[in-house]
């Protein structure tokens, strides 16, 4: 099974993409948060770093786009391939009010019209790099899936990862495994579920639903459980001093780059997703004013 380590803008940098690959492992493609595009075509500084080949050495990465202009795609397209890449994933999924309102994103979904002709002009002439969608199911209800998968089937990807919730479930809101099994049937080149995939079980169970699903996308069950993948592959769970190593790594690294105070924020940000509800967890991380003691927190039984 192929898996695919989630982009999550804010969170999933170089920094934690090298530590994750380092202590843990198992992941076969960390994907990129968004590049959201402009007309004038300028990236932002962190942008270019994430992108760069040494911000990425060592791994398989996907870069990602938002755009909803066949233009700033296709260029967009020919940087990625400049940097050294075969292969970028564009962005029609994410549900954000400041994305879809301006159609982007999700927002796509709302208007398959446009989505068609968009991807038209987007295939009309020959891409530098191969081309993958990560997509919801729908803007407003799972029953505009049928009419999106007709335009996707259209077209050749090189995978489609399926988000099986629409734009207006956010990301905990109702989930939508069969339409995960519909994409399968329509024949969907090389679809990738994604959603709510937290334990060897849940994916287990995945598996089970629907054999066909060869592909997995994993994000926040990564983040708490950074094992998931190995464990995944029949490796053992993730040990106290992998977790120390972990988090040691990533407190270090966004220290350097941001500041110390903005690091440990971030990390405990990170670290109350393994214990959501878990109130002496959140009240000892809250009090915590080190990484060392952040770290006892987590750790202590
Ligand atoms: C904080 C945050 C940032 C995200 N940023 C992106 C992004 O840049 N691009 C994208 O395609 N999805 C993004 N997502 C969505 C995730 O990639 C993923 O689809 C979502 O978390 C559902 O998968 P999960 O249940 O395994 O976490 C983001 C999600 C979160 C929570």
Same mark, same amino acid.
């Given at each position: 099974?192929?898996?695919?380590?989630?982009? %999550?803008?804010?969170?999933?940098?170089?920094?934690?993409?090298?530590?994750?690959?380092?202590?843990?492992?198992?992941?076969?493609?960390?994907?990129?948060?968004? !590049?959201?595009?402009?007309?004038? %075509?300028?990236?932002?500084?962190?942008?270019?770093?994430?992108?760069?080949?040494?911000?990425?050495?060592?791994?398989?990465?996907?870069?990602?786009?938002?755009?909803?202009?066949?233009?700033?795609?296709?260029?967009?397209?020919?940087?990625?391939?400049?940097?050294?890449?075969?292969?970028?994933?564009?962005?029609?999924?994410?549900?954000?009010?400041?994305?879809?309102?301006?159609?982007?994103?999700?927002? %796509?979904?709302?208007?398959?019209?446009?989505?068609?002709?968009?991807?038209?002009?987007?295939?009309?002439?020959?891409?530098?790099?191969?081309?993958?969608?990560?997509?919801?199911?729908?803007?407003?209800?799972?029953?505009?899936?049928?009419?999106?998968?007709?335009?996707?089937?259209?077209?050749?990807?090189?995978?489609?990862?399926?988000?099986?919730?629409?734009?207006?479930?956010?990301?905990?809101?109702?989930? !939508?495994?069969?339409?995960?099994?519909?994409?399968?049937?329509?024949?969907? !080149? !090389?679809?990738?579920?994604?959603?709510?995939?937290?334990?060897?079980?849940?994916?287990?169970?995945?598996?089970?639903?629907?054999?066909?699903?060869?592909?997995? %996308?994993?994000?926040?069950?990564?983040?708490?459980?950074?094992?998931?993948?190995?464990?995944?592959?029949?490796?053992?769970?993730?040990?106290?001093?992998?977790?120390?190593?972990?988090?040691?790594?990533?407190?270090?690294?966004?220290?350097?780059?941001?500041?110390?105070?903005?690091?440990?924020?971030?990390?405990?940000?990170?670290?109350?997703?393994?214990?959501?509800?878990?109130?002496?967890?959140?009240?000892?991380?809250?009090?915590?004013?080190?990484?060392?003691?952040?770290?006892?927190?987590?750790?202590?039984?």
């Amino acid at each position: 099974m192929k898996i695919y380590f989630a982009p %999550m803008e804010g969170i999933t940098d170089g920094i934690l993409r090298q530590a994750h690959n380092r202590i843990f492992g198992g992941v076969d493609v960390y994907c990129l948060p968004f !590049h959201k595009l402009t007309q004038t %075509m300028s990236l932002l500084t962190r942008e270019i770093r994430d992108i760069s080949p040494e911000e990425n050495e060592g791994l398989n990465v996907l870069p990602q786009a938002l755009t909803r202009d066949p233009e700033q795609l296709s260029a967009w397209m020919y940087y990625v391939s400049e940097c050294g890449y075969s292969h970028a994933d564009l962005n029609i999924g994410c549900p954000s009010p400041t994305v879809t309102k301006r159609g982007r994103g999700s927002g %796509m979904l709302r208007d398959p019209f446009y989505l068609r002709a968009f991807f038209d002009r987007v295939f009309a002439n020959t891409l530098p790099v191969s081309l993958s969608v990560k997509t919801r199911i729908g803007y407003e209800s799972a029953d505009e899936w049928p009419e999106i998968l007709d335009i996707l089937a259209d077209y050749p990807f090189d995978h489609v990862t399926v988000h099986v919730r629409t734009m207006k479930e956010q990301y905990t809101g109702g989930i !939508h495994p069969e339409a995960f099994e519909t994409a399968v049937q329509k024949g969907i !080149h !090389h679809p990738v579920y994604n959603g709510d995939l937290r334990s060897v079980e849940d994916v287990n169970e995945l598996k089970q639903r629907c054999p066909a699903a060869e592909a997995v %996308m994993i994000g926040r069950g990564l983040l708490a459980d950074p094992a998931l993948a190995r464990e995944l592959r029949g490796g053992p769970e993730a040990g106290k001093d992998e977790l120390q190593a972990w988090y040691t790594a990533l407190y270090e690294g966004w220290a350097q780059r941001f500041h110390p105070t903005l690091a440990l924020g971030r990390i405990k940000k990170l670290m109350e997703w393994p214990g959501e509800g878990d109130i002496r967890r959140k009240r000892l991380l809250r009090r915590a004013d080190d990484i060392e003691s952040c770290i006892d927190a987590i750790l202590s039984d």
